[in-house]
C-alpha cells in the first residue's frame, strides 16, 4: 500500500521484524469503511468555550440533510460531521460559511484515511465583493487575478447583461482565515495608472476591528496585550467589511476546486 498513515515519525532503523508489512484482510477493511460515511472535519473559530451539544443542535437543523448526518466530538476542539449521503457533504460545503452564534464554523473535507489532527482548518470558501471595478476589468480572467490575491479563487458570478460603473464583482473565494481580512487590493495599469478596489465579505461573523482577524472582538484582542500598545484613533476594520448577500448564478470555472481536496490543503497552507 503506497499511502503513508504515519501518527508518529519513524525510528531511523527498523528491525526485520518491524520491516514485515501486514496486509489488512478485505474483510476487516470493509468493515471499518462501512463506518465511515461522507466526513467533513470541523471546529469553531474562537478561543472562547463552545456549547457543543448547542451547537450540534444548531447546525444539525441548519444543514437540513435529507439522509442521515452525525457529530462526532473530538479533541482540541475539533469534531467530525459523518453525512450517509455525499450530496448532503457537497451542499454543506457548497454553503459554507457556517455560523454558530455569530462565530464562524469551520469545515474541510477530510478521506477516511487522514490524520483528523492534521486536517488543515484553517482555510474557508467566502463569497466576497469586489467594489469600484472597472467595467472594462469584468471578466473571468481579472476575478481570477483578484481572488488569487485574497486566496484561492474558486468561482465567479459574472453579470449576464451589461453593467454600468460601480458595479459589483462577485467572486467566491477560500481565504487564510489566520489572517487579517483584507480590504483593498492596489491595482495598476500596465501604461502605470494607480487605482484600489474594495473588498467586501457575505456572512461575516465575528471579527476584530483591530486586527482584522475572525473569531474574537476587539475588546479580547492580543494586541492589547502587547507590551508597547496604542489605542488607534479609529478602529482600522469595521461594519464597512460586511457585504449584503446577494442572489447569485455562479459561473463555474473547471478545475479551481480540486485546490481544495485532501492533502491540497496542505499545499495551499504553503504559499501563504
Ligand atoms: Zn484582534
Redesign the pocket.
Known amino acids: 500500500m503506497e499511502t503513508e498513515i504515519s501518527q508518529m515519525e519513524m525510528p531511523l532503523s527498523l528491525s526485520a521484524r518491524e520491516e514485515i508489512e501486514s496486509e489488512i484482510p478485505q474483510q476487516i477493511w470493509q468493515q471499518g469503511s462501512k463506518m465511515k460515511g461522507h466526513l467533513l472535519m470541523g471546529r469553531v473559530a474562537t478561543k472562547r468555550r463552545v456549547n457543543y451539544k448547542a451547537m450540534v443542535g444548531t447546525l444539525t437543523a441548519a444543514f437540513n440533510s435529507v439522509k442521515k448526518v452525525e457529530f462526532r466530538k473530538l479533541e482540541e476542539d475539533r469534531f467530525v460531521v459523518v453525512f450517509d449521503h455525499a450530496r448532503d457533504q457537497d451542499r454543506v460545503r457548497e454553503q459554507c460559511p457556517w455560523n454558530f452564534d455569530n462565530q464562524l464554523v469551520v469545515m474541510s473535507k477530510m478521506h477516511e484515511l487522514d490524520n483528523p489532527m492534521e486536517v488543515s482548518l484553517d482555510w474557508v470558501e467566502f463569497h466576497i465583493q469586489i467594489l469600484d471595478l472597472p467595467i472594462n476589468l469584468f471578466n473571468r480572467d481579472m476575478a481570477k487575478f483578484l481572488g488569487n490575491k485574497l486566496g484561492i479563487f474558486i468561482e465567479v458570478d459574472l453579470p449576464k447583461e451589461r453593467r454600468t460603473w460601480g458595479a459589483i464583482l462577485q467572486i467566491r473565494v477560500c481565504i487564510n482565515i489566520t489572517k487579517p481580512l483584507q480590504r483593498v487590493i492596489k491595482l495598476r495599469s500596465p501604461s502605470g495608472d494607480l487605482f484600489s478596489v474594495w473588498v467586501t465579505y457575505e456572512r461575516l461573523p465575528l471579527f ?6 475572525i473569531g ?3 475588546g ?4 492589547r496585550y502587547k507590551e508597547i500598545f496604542e489605542e488607534p484613533e479609529t478602529l482600522p476594520f469595521g461594519m464597512f467589511l460586511r457585504a449584503p448577500t446577494i442572489r447569485r448564478s455562479i459561473d463555474r470555472v473547471e478545475g479551481c476546486r480540486v485546490h481544495q481536496e485532501g492533502d491540497r490543503w496542505k499545499e495551499i497552507g504553503k504559499r501563504c
Open positions: 476584530c476591528f483591530l486586527c482584522g482577524i474574537h472582538s476587539e479580547f484582542c492580543e494586541l
